[in-house]
């Protein structure tokens, strides 16, 4: 619960700034999986799951306009891993098992991300190069940009 107490302190701070648009990597999605991988495993107490869970429904419907989440298949994302970072040494973290249940999670917590924020997209890139999926994420995100844009013009000029 402090850690996702520390993410909601560092979203707020972002969006108290005079930036238009803010992107986050990870954040609290992120750890509602690990949260999510900890209840499954038995580390952690329905009680304190099902409560970082409704916090998590709360803080993203307040705080998140768009929300993306990619995920590929375990080898894929090693090797891109391992090309991002020219490193060839085995990743004691990053490994299949810990990627294969990651994108497990995201399978299971699908409708809770999708009914926590206004828009939402789930994309598997397994299958597209990086390009494309910043073509892809752009081309998603871009009318959302729009209507919120024009919601607020209109607001602001008291339009209807």
């Known amino acids: 619960m402090i850690i996702i107490e520390e993410v909601i302190k560092q979203l707020e701070d972002?969006?108290?700034?005079?930036?238009?648009i803010i992107l986050i990597d990870r954040s609290i999605n992120d750890r509602q999986i690990w949260n999510y991988r900890r209840y499954v495993r038995g580390d952690m107490l329905e009680e304190l799951y099902q409560e970082a869970r409704e916090k998590?429904?709360?803080?993203?419907?307040?705080?998140?306009?768009f929300l993306v989440i990619t995920y590929a298949e375990p080898l894929i994302s090693l090797k891109r891993d391992y090309n991002a970072n020219l490193a060839l040494e085995k990743r004691t973290?990053?490994?299949?098992d810990n990627i294969n249940e990651y994108n497990e999670s995201l399978n299971d917590l699908k409708e809770l991300f999708?009914?926590?924020?206004?828009?939402?997209?789930?994309?598997?890139t397994t299958s597209m190069s990086m390009n494309d999926v910043s073509v892809e994420i752009a081309s998603q995100i871009m009318?959302?940009?729009?209507?919120?844009?024009?919601?607020?013009?209109?607001?602001?000029?008291?339009?209807?």
């Open 14 to 20: 972002a969006l108290n700034s005079d930036n238009e």
């Open 56 to 65: 998590y429904r709360v803080i993203s419907r307040a705080l998140i306009d």
């Open 93 to 96: 973290f990053l490994n299949v």
């Open 114 to 124: 999708e009914t926590s924020v206004e828009d939402s997209v789930l994309l598997d």
């Open 143 to 160: 009318p959302a940009m729009r209507k919120r844009y024009i919601k607020s013009f209109k607001q602001k000029y008291h339009l209807k």
